[in-house]
């Protein structure tokens, strides 16, 4: 493993890179990602819509390139990871779902100003996780036994999420949080999408700051978990980049889709805490034993519809008990 190879060329590389920053573009200054106004369930499903037939899409297209360049056999490897890859990354960013509820909650952030906090962070975390993913690709590449490493940290985190997952965070005590209002000077209320203002000759951060830094520090947080998980169907750094930034990108449109029902889903933390029992797990027994990727598709994809189907199940009884 101390080699690990792409079949990417430069121009695939770039050419993706500028279909990123080009959908980016579209949203900020075509889309109205520029003005502030508040999400509807209907534009927001018909971006999750738009972005999962965009990353369906983008597997034809890599099957359909590696079909013709580098035979079947190849291309329907590289097509799976990257399906299975882009199905885990967008599984475990849904717990960014959760986090984002409750910042935006905390902070009080008005519906019609989380559209423009989101999508500036999901700048900062493109460029976030672009960098963990050369780092990790660098030490896979001269560390072969790291990945066990990662299995572990997989493990430990799956069974600390699960003990944990009745337990809700206190931004109020958040230490970080705590930190920056003690050295920076914020504004009592928010000025519209302002990060910054001037007050009597003297700069300001309005809470739009703090909520972006904390959408920021959150994504670095769940980063550390997804990132090492992906290794465990592929070390290619093309597949890891693009299932990656895939999820990332429809991530914001899935939480204005499901933030009002996020409550509904309460099983769901604890479907995604088995995926990461699951993936470490897997990295540990690859000496002995290697799963082939279809089999991890269906396991996460069963493990993630049952916690789903269960929550709604319970969600819906609730009423009828309280009547």
Do not use: C
């Not at 819906?316 to 309280?322: H, I």
């Amino acid at each position: 493993m101390n080699n690990i190879e792409s079949f990417a060329t430069g121009p695939m590389w770039a050419g993706f890179i500028a279909f990123v920053v080009a959908m980016l573009a579209l949203d900020l200054f075509v889309l109205g990602g520029n003005k502030a106004h508040r999400v509807s369930v209907k534009e927001a499903a018909s971006w999750v819509v738009a972005w999962m037939v965009l990353a369906l899409s983008f597997g034809a297209l890599l099957w359909w390139y590696l079909d013709g360049t580098a035979g079947r056999e190849m291309a329907n490897r590289k097509a799976l990871e990257f399906l299975t890859g882009y199905l885990i990354e967008q599984t475990l960013s849904i717990d960014n779902m959760f986090v984002f509820v409750m910042i935006f909650t905390y902070f009080a952030v008005p519906p019609e100003l989380q559209r423009r906090a989101l999508l500036y962070g999901v700048m900062g975390a493109i460029v976030m996780r672009a960098g963990m993913i050369l780092g990790g690709v660098w030490l896979v590449q001269q560390f072969s036994w790291i990945l066990y490493g990662f299995g572990v940290f997989l493990v430990i985190t799956g069974i600390k999420m699960l003990i944990m997952a009745e337990q809700k965070p206190d931004l109020e005590k958040n230490p970080f949080l705590r930190w920056l209002r003690g050295h920076i000077r914020v504004t009592e209320g928010f000025h519209g999408e302002k990060f910054f203002i001037r007050q009597n000759g003297l700069l300001y951060a309005t809470p739009m700051f703090l909520v972006l830094v904390m959408i920021e520090i959150s994504d670095v947080v769940f980063a550390v978990d997804s990132i090492p998980a992906i290794f465990a169907i592929t070390t290619d750094p093309f597949i890891v980049f693009t299932s990656n930034i895939f999820a990332i990108m429809g991530l914001r449109a899935l939480y204005f889709l499901l933030a009002d029902m996020a409550d509904r889903f309460h099983f769901l933390k604890y479907g995604l805490a088995i995926v990461l029992v699951f993936i470490g797990g897997k990295m540990l027994v690859m000496p002995w034993f290697h799963m082939p990727v279809q089999w991890s598709l269906l396991i996460v994809g069963s493990i993630i519809l049952i916690s789903v189907i269960l929550s709604l199940k319970i969600s819906a009884r609730k009423p009828s008990r309280s009547a």
